[in-house]
């Protein structure tokens, strides 16, 4: 099983305090082809946690492995009885802020691309193309057995169907989509198989203990070759996944930036840290560059 990875490095490395300006990051997305990579961190004004800040996730939560979800029956009903449950808020989620600065700054023509390290979805709903999602996204199911691709929501209307009255109180919403349940709750929760073949479902996402796909990691490092620079927008960068396109931008002289509340494990490759919350820091960034910014979209009904 994986192990939750820790900031004790942060300490130890004796990293320079974030700076609270964002002229950095304006002047060097005036200069355009910047990359974004995004975390978490991007998200959480959004209602969706992130796993790594004080009183994240992970400090009360462990996600699934892709270990224990291949080896086990109970684990598979566990995480569908608990990912089911999250959906119905998950899937709820709006863009903020910090998304939809991500859209206009890419609208602009100052982007080259955006890598984000999470599932929601959310930058594409804000209206950014060509998002390449590291992680995969909670929106898509994938069958083990035939490979067949399949919406969410479809899923969603099958479980229902199989669990009528399904309905606990959750503790909390994880990053994942995974609700907070006990065993208890969990019960008797009924999976439902592939509609195609009858094979075991899998949401289309990088489980922890299992590897991003080679040619999606290929695909991002030639983003990182042809990208100016690189923005990372609320990562702690404390697993490779992302780390590694730091680590390659700055190697081939590319100014990294980071913004992001807390230390990350990348700070020793950015050229500065903005210690700003996101949504109101890139807002800032569009107002000095006069970027407009899209509204709040309504939720949905």
């Not at 983003?223 to 960068?237: K, P, W």
Request: with cysteine.
């Amino acid at each position: 099983m994986r192990m939750r990875p820790t900031l004790s490095w942060t300490a130890a490395e004796g990293l320079p305090a974030g700076t609270t300006s964002v002229a950095p990051v304006a002047d060097v997305l005036s200069a355009g082809g910047v990359l974004v990579v995004s975390g978490a961190g991007i998200s959480t004004e959004s209602g969706i946690p992130d796993y790594r800040s004080e009183g994240g996730s992970l400090s009360r939560h462990t996600p699934m492995t892709y270990q224990d979800f291949i080896g086990s029956a109970r684990a598979r009903r566990r995480y569908w009885a608990r990912s089911h449950l999250g959906w119905r808020t998950f899937g709820r989620a709006r863009p903020n802020a910090g998304h939809r600065a991500v859209a206009a700054f890419g609208r602009s023509g100052l982007l080259s691309g955006v890598i984000t390290q999470n599932v929601d979805g959310l930058h594409q709903v804000a209206g950014s193309d060509g998002v390449v999602e590291l992680h995969g996204s909670l929106h898509r199911v994938v069958c083990l057995s035939c490979g067949g691709s399949s919406a969410r929501r479809e899923l969603a209307v099958r479980l229902e169907a199989a669990n009528p009255g399904f309905d606990p109180m959750a503790a909390g919403i994880n990053p994942d989509g995974d609700a907070d349940l006990t065993d208890e709750q969990v019960g008797s929760f009924r999976v439902v198989p592939c509609a195609v073949c009858g094979g075991i479902l899998k949401p289309d996402v990088v489980f922890f203990g299992e590897a991003v796909p080679p040619r999606r990691v290929e695909n991002c490092r030639e983003l990182v070759r042809e990208a100016a620079s690189l923005l990372v927008l609320g990562s702690s960068l404390t697993v490779m996944s992302g780390l590694r396109f730091v680590r390659q931008a700055a190697q081939a002289g590319k100014p990294v930036l980071i913004v992001n509340r807390d230390v990350t494990r990348g700070d020793q490759h950015a050229v500065t840290r903005v210690a700003l919350p996101l949504g109101s820091a890139l807002a800032d960034v569009a107002d000095q560059l006069d970027i407009p910014v899209a509204a709040e979209a309504a939720p949905p009904v």
